[in-house]
């Protein structure tokens, strides 16, 4: 079942970051950030809850992408499923969310990047109606 993610998701989407990105972001830090970005019109995010057990199984985070030179969408920052749950139409649900949250707000599309070595998420992805229009490399200075 969709629903937005609520402060009580700290512990539960700590682990999911660990287990299915491979980032050990502290809970501490997790709950400061999903506090703040849930207060945030510019971020949306939404999880996926088991309804027998009530446990957030995976979620979406994305945020309002504008440009001078495009329409509005949304640029999707995380879409992560525990990984003992992948394959069960969690993350097409939640990209469905997304999705109808993007027409709701009359954006024209959705968009994300995708690590070169994410294989498996890429294949997800086509499957899903995603295209691949763009390679590119990232770069980052830490300050």
């Not at 999911?16 to 972001?25: M, R």
Request: net charge negative.
């Amino acid at each position: 079942m969709l629903r937005a993610l609520k402060p009580t998701d700290t512990g539960s989407i700590y682990e999911i970051n660990k287990e299915a990105l491979g980032y050990a972001f502290s809970p501490e830090d997790t709950a400061s950030q999903l506090a703040r970005l849930s207060q945030d019109s510019h971020h949306f995010l939404l999880g996926y809850e088991d309804p027998a057990s009530h446990d957030l199984l995976g979620y979406v985070h994305a945020e309002v992408y504008e440009s001078l030179y495009s329409n509005a969408g949304f640029n999707i920052l995380a879409l992560a499923v525990l990984p003992q749950m992948q394959g069960k139409g969690i993350g097409k649900a939640l990209l469905q969310g997304l999705e109808q949250e993007t027409e709701k707000r009359g954006y024209k599309f959705i968009r994300l990047n995708s690590a070169d070595h994410r294989i498996s998420a890429h294949a997800f992805y086509e499957q899903v109606g995603y295209t691949c229009d763009k390679l590119q490399k990232r770069f980052i200075k830490f300050i």
